[in-house]
């Protein structure tokens, strides 16, 4: 129990530095106290959204056999009430299990800090579905500014993995939905990410029941067969946008059999001596 609670310390340590009041050796490490089932509530920045019926019911008899084994975090909000910050799927298990208390550790942290380390659980823990750890990675790089390289060491995946994880926020939200109830799969979803009808796509996929390697077939000879203009990955979209933003330059970028070229338009031979010079550096 003690050695979980200093891992998950030093994987916020890892991604956010030494902030707040629960870095390793503090407040992780206290003896846990036992606190009523109802003064505690859920927390106002989980990221979890949905809760397996299936698991949760796991859970359950887990707890009416074994009792928490983990204390929950929570964080005080006035005398009587506190707020999970860690923990909801055991309280919300105690409750169903009949317990009417439950072990805690009270830290002291912000509404940013409770964000982060209950991204960082369930992260840690695969305890969210796809498109939940998606959007929480996506959060820690908006709000927080972490890198794809700082998320991926406190999390324990490779960079790949999580640039992989954060293609899957520029899905249709119909397509999400249908990895959120588990009709797909991530895999499938980033088999049909650039193809030109993907909701349609989804939807064979379901409908037809074909597994992952089957769904890339399916979308390599829909791209092959399409006449239009190729799809432009949304990740090198983003990037020559973020790069003509940057040099204040017009870029375009076309595509051919053997590749492409990145274009950069200027007005004039200011703006090309501009250029020139930022190259140099």
Sequence with gaps: MVTENKTLGRGLAALFGEVGTYSEGDDLSRNPQSLPVHALKPGRMQPRQSFNDEKMDTLVRSIQQKGILQPLLVRQTDGQTYEIVAGERRWRAAKDAGLESVPVIVIQCNDQEALEIGLVENLQRDDLNPIEEAES????????????????????????????????????????????EGKITAGHARSIMNTTNIEEIAQKVIQEKLSVRDT??????????????????????????????KLGMKTKLHFNRNGGALTFYFQSFEQLDEFLGQLAV
């Excluded at 077939?217 to 003509?244: E, F, S, Y």
């Design 137 to 180: 990675l996506q959060r820690l790089i908006q709000d927080h500014q972490k890198s794809q390289e700082q998320i991926a060491f406190a999390i324990s995946k490779s960079r790949s993995y999580v640039a992989n994880m954060l293609r899957l926020n520029q899905l249709p939200e119909s397509v999400k939905t249908l990895i959120r």
């Design 216 to 245: 890339e077939q399916l979308a390599r000879h829909q791209r092959q067969t399409n006449v239009a203009q190729p799809v432009i990955d949304p990740d090198v979209h983003i990037i020559t946008q973020k790069i003509g933003e």
